[in-house]
């Protein structure tokens, strides 16, 4: 059984910046993909951004590219999604979830992190 468990969450006024954390036990990120993913009161769980376990590849939703950045600690086993100019519609849950490929379909994601709130006031 994996457990993602995600941290960094937290109230940042607009033009702020966070790191999240996700952190995997009893599994290694190796030969999966990792993404994150946000869900906003009243609304769908949406993609935010996803990385190859060897970050050989990336993707960003276009609302986030250029202000959030996906990387790796392969060491520490963590991933982290670093968030730069916040906005207020970022404010969300965000939550990490890991995937045999890397895709946007929330589907293919197998093992969920709880979430961590991330509130962006204006």
């Known amino acids: 059984q994996v457990q993602l468990v995600e941290s960094g969450g937290g109230l940042v006024q607009a033009g702020g910046s966070l790191r999240l954390s996700c952190a995997a036990s009893?599994?290694?990120?190796?030969?999966?993909?990792v993404g994150w993913f946000r869900q906003a009161p009243g609304k769908g769980r949406e993609f935010v951004a996803a990385m190859w376990w060897s970050g050989s590849r990336t993707d960003y939703a276009d609302s986030v590219k250029g202000r959030f950045t996906i990387s790796r600690d392969n060491a520490k086993n963590t991933v982290y999604l670093q968030m730069n100019s916040l906005k207020p519609e970022d404010t969300a849950v965000y939550y990490c979830?890991?995937?045999?490929?890397?895709?946007?379909?929330?589907?293919?994601?197998?093992?969920w992190g709880r979430g961590t709130q991330v509130t962006v006031s204006s």
């Open positions: 979830a890991t995937a045999p490929v890397l895709v946007r379909s929330l589907g293919e994601y197998d093992y």
């Open positions: 009893r599994r290694t990120f190796s030969n999966y993909a």
